[in-house]
């Protein structure tokens, strides 16, 4: 792997600990301050999103799927051939 690409790699890592840290302390400074009310529209709001961002999401056309398709035909066109 080139160097630039492990650079990337790193800094997406450091920002997604960004974002679970800042999302961790927003969930425990509402439950503090007994907000709960709008930590079950922001929830509400993220299970909604993620949801529509799975939704939206072509998991069957992926290359992966497609290639596992493939094998899973190849041995149950095998399976399916009569013996003689």
């Known amino acids: 792997m080139s160097q630039r690409i492990k650079t990337k ?5 450091g920002f997604t600990y960004l974002w679970i840290f800042g999302l961790a302390l927003l969930v425990f400074l509402l ?6 009310a709008l930590l079950y529209i922001f929830s509400t709001l993220g299970v909604t999103v993620l949801l529509v961002i799975v939704a939206f999401a072509d998991l069957g056309q992926s ?13 149950s066109s095998q399976k399916q051939k009569p013996a003689r």
Do not use: C
């Open 9 to 13: 790699v790193k800094k997406k890592r």
């Open 31 to 36: 439950i503090y301050f007994e907000q709960t």
């Open 63 to 75: 290359e992966l799927a497609s290639s596992e398709a493939d094998q899973m035909q190849a041995v």
